[in-house]
């Protein structure tokens, strides 16, 4: 059943009261929706930019949907990379898709020269292990976690799947955040943290990295999994960005913690500064649907 059937459905289910609130919220949504080239918020000098996308792999219309509007937005506001979260190639990671779900919906920005900073998502281990996908060179990833740098950022790339060496990846992320001298840490996994999807919240992850983040002041985690866009506030002192709608939808909720959240085909691009990053939630019609600040 489709995405759009489901939700009415749902909408006809509800009592008049709770139907108009919900109603004008979409709305207001769509209402506040802005054109890339009315955006006067854009028209500024980051140090540079990125986008992030994930659960991409399907090699179908809507990832080339979501695809074609990164390209679109490269075009006016060019970034340097793509934090790709995983779920990379669907069904079962097999290497051979590569030219299908990779290569043809993002050769505009490869031919371009931007990079791509790809983890681990769980249909991504269906194939030795993911162990294709660590040795693809345009996934650049430096091992099943990694780290790199762009001034004034350190990214830390996570193994969030169940087979990961916890132990030994949790050594390295304290070490790796508690020697970085980086004025902004951003640590990107596939799997959510606090989320209002299907999955919802992840307490094991709540118990054994947001006490990292929070000691070490990392600002933001992105995650793909849940395949939608959400938003939190900041949580003692991190935002967490769900950005998994890059191929595949699913309804999503609104929790207490939540910002903005969307079920729509999008992905999330960044404007980097000394003092603030400024997130934009971006749909496949190149609407702009949700912008935040996240202060250092």
Known sequence: MSIKRRQFLFLIGLNSVTLAGILTKMFNSHANARELSNASSLKTNPIFRFVSVADTGTG??????????????????????????????????EIEKIGDVFEKPYKALIENKVKFYACLGNHDLRSNNGEWELEYPNFNMAG????????????????????????????WLEKELSQSKAPWKIVFGHHQIYSSGMYGLNEKFID?????????????????????????????????????????????????????????????????YQDRLVVRGIDVNNHIFDQGVIKN
């Not at 799947?161 to 132990?167: F, S």
């Open 60 to 93: 179908g219309k809507d990832q080339f949907a979501v695809a074609q509007a990164m390209r679109r937005y490269y075009l006016q506001y060019p970034f340097d990379f793509v934090i790709l979260g995983g779920d990379n190639i669907y069904e079962d990671g």
């Open 144 to 171: 099943r976690y990694y780290t790199f740098e762009y001034q004034p950022i350190q990214f830390f790339a996570l193994d969030t799947n169940i087979n990961a060496d916890w132990e030994a990846q949790l050594n």
């Open 208 to 272: 054994i990295l947001t006490p990292l983040f929070k000691k070490y002041q990392v600002q933001l985690y992105i995650n793909g999994h849940e395949h939608d866009y959400e938003r939190t506030r900041p949580i003692n002192g991190t935002t967490y960005l769900t950005c998994g709608a890059g191929a595949k939808q699913r309804l999503v909720d609104q929790s207490e913690w939540t910002e903005y959240a969307t079920s729509d085909f999008s992905f999330a691009a960044f404007d980097v």
